[in-house]
């Protein structure tokens, strides 16, 4: 069945529904694939964020170093 619509100049065009349909169907799964994709991205940078994650005494350890370099960087930025 074709549908009978005007268009911008006013001129007759048809629209297949069967196109239509399988146009609409196809962009439903793009959409699909892409929330898919996002989704499985997301759930990547948790993971990579977990495995980034440095034990308490390591944390402390970087902490002490840090504020060690940053005396040491005053003291020589006094002299």
Request: hydrophobic share 40%; proline share 1%; with cysteine.
């Amino acid at each position: 069945m074709v549908a009978r619509l005007n268009d911008s100049n006013g001129k007759k065009c048809g629209v297949i529904h069967e196109c239509q349909n399988a146009a609409v169907q196809q962009q439903r799964e793009r959409w699909n694939l892409e929330a898919a994709r996002a989704l499985q991205t997301k759930e990547a940078a948790k993971v990579y964020a977990m495995k980034s994650l440095l034990p308490e005494a390591e944390m402390d350890r970087a902490r002490t170093l840090r504020m060690k370099m940053t005396k040491e960087n005053r003291m020589r930025a006094r002299v």
